[in-house]
């Protein structure tokens, strides 16, 4: 799959990292596609490294299996990063 494809996956994926972890990514909706964007051509990465798959099918379900988990990898990341958490804390 070329890099043009990851982008556009990468821009579903972001869209849906922002529905799965709404509170975690901060930055809005732009944030998210970026993070989207960078989580699924780590996923295809990371898979085509794993799996030895250097071409993987748009409409191949471990694609967007990958880029899935790439994006929300990359966004627990960020998160963890930029201190962004749903987490509120409480004196006792």
Known sequence: MGFLAWIILGLIVGAIVKAVMPGRVGGGWVTSLV???????????????????????????GTWILAIIGGLVVAGVYGAITGRSNRTTRAP
């Open 35 to 61: 993070l989207g964007v960078v989580g699924a051509i780590v996923g295809g990465w990371i898979g085509s490294l794993l799996f030895g798959k250097g071409d993987l099918a748009f409409f191949d379900l």
